[in-house]
C-alpha cells in the first residue's frame, strides 16, 4: 500500500482521481463506465479515475481494480 495517497477532484469535469503510487502510468477501461484503472507498464495499479462523481446517489459505487498482470 502506498504511503502518500492522492486525491484530486474537478469540480467543472465532475472528475475524481485517486493516485495510490507516484509514477508514470496509463488508463484502462474497467467494467463500470464511470471508472478507469490507472496502471504503470507492468500493468499494476496505481490509481483511478471516476467520472460523473456528483450522480452517484443512492446505492455505493463498486468495483475491483484487481491487477490482470498477476
Do not use: C
Not at 11 to 23: G, I, Q, S
Not at 25 to 44: C, I, N, S, W, Y
Amino acid at each position: 500500500m502506498a504511503d502518500v495517497i492522492k486525491v484530486w477532484y474537478d469540480p467543472e469535469a465532475d472528475f475524481l482521481e485517486v493516485t495510490l503510487e507516484n509514477k508514470s502510468g496509463h488508463f484502462r477501461a474497467t467494467p463500470l463506465d464511470e471508472v478507469m484503472a490507472k496502471v504503470d507498464d507492468q500493468g499494476r495499479v496505481i490509481g483511478f479515475s471516476i467520472l460523473k462523481v456528483s450522480s452517484l446517489k443512492g446505492e455505493p459505487l463498486q468495483f475491483s481494480l484487481a491487477d490482470k498482470a498477476s
